[in-house]
């Protein structure tokens, strides 16, 4: 059930094969011996492509199921004894600034090594989502200050503004403080529109009832910044995580914006029964687990 849903989710044998720590021949082996006793066919391959029947769909809800179970069971055994074993799935929006993310893993690391920690990246609507379903046991995320992570328990990490983000060499580069007004006739590098991080600036723009034009999507703030030294645009990121990246780079200029969007960085974790794993990171965060914000 691991080889399926590690190639399920890689879409390719030599990648799965290493994320099971096998051998190519072998993981493709024991699936095919699998689909001989299920009597269906899992996977529909091809020289180039990897893609799961809908048979396989079935069978990979049902098999992550099993294996959360298998991994719980050995996680609360462990735990009997005083020790924290299991994984620990983690989600991270790429502009986390509240925590300092391998930092906090360290310390995590050293009061409980045998954890195994999964770090996925993703916006935090798609990251909430996954707290929901169980696929990740907790998140970081960003959202604007009119919205609040749902079905999930949640603690509020900080409040921050955005800031103006130009070529230092910019016209507004060395201004002392815009507003919204003053920029909106500017060409903007965003996020993708529709995701909690571009919703920010979207809605702070619409209350001022003003439009603007985003000419480029980006999908991670790194680009956004390199787009912005490219000079195709400027952009709106948060402070706390764009300063240290100004302060690295001195082909950025950070201009603060009155009335621009703010938002709020939240930890949140599954409502239902958190693993061993899971209580034990939240103990190191310092979170009161009785308590939701």
């Known amino acids: ?107 995590y690391r050293a009061q409980h090594p045998g954890v195994h920690v999964l770090l996925k990246a993703g916006g935090s609507d798609e990251l909430a989502a996954a707290v929901r379903s169980g696929e990740l046991d907790i998140a970081f995320l960003g959202l604007p200050e009119t919205e609040r992570p749902t079905g999930v328990e949640t603690l509020a990490l900080d409040h921050d503004r955005h800031v103006l983000v130009v070529q230092a060499g910019h016209p507004l580069a060395t201004a002392g403080q815009v507003t919204l007004h003053d920029i909106a006739g500017e060409t903007f590098v965003d996020f993708v529109e529709g995701t909690p991080a571009r919703a920010q600036s979207d809605q702070a723009f619409a209350a001022a009832g003003l439009v603007r034009d985003v000419s480029y999507e980006a999908g991670v703030a790194e680009m956004i910044t390199r787009l912005v030294l490219a000079g195709l645009g400027v952009a709106l990121l948060p402070s706390a995580f764009v300063r240290p990246l100004a302060a690295a780079d001195a082909r950025l200029a950070l201009v603060p914006v009155a009335g621009g969007p703010r938002r709020v960085e939240y930890l949140v974790w599954s409502r239902f029964n958190p693993s061993p794993a899971t209580r034990a990171m939240l103990d190191v965060l310092g979170v009161r687990r009785s308590h939701s914000n």
Do not use: K, W
């Open 1 to 107: 059930m691991r080889y399926v849903v590690a190639l399920a989710e890689t879409r390719n044998f030599t990648r799965a094969a290493e994320r099971c720590f096998v051998v190519q021949s072998s993981l493709s082996h024991r699936i095919a011996s699998l689909e001989r006793e299920l009597g269906v066919q899992l996977f529909a391959r091809s020289s180039r492509r990897v893609e799961l029947t809908s048979a396989g769909e079935a069978f990979l809800a049902g098999a992550r199921e099993c294996l959360a179970a298998a991994d719980r069971a050995v996680a609360d055994a462990a735990a009997a004894t005083g020790v924290v074993r299991g994984r620990l799935a983690v989600g991270v929006i790429v502009t986390t600034a509240a925590v300092d993310v391998p930092e906090l893993l360290q310390r």
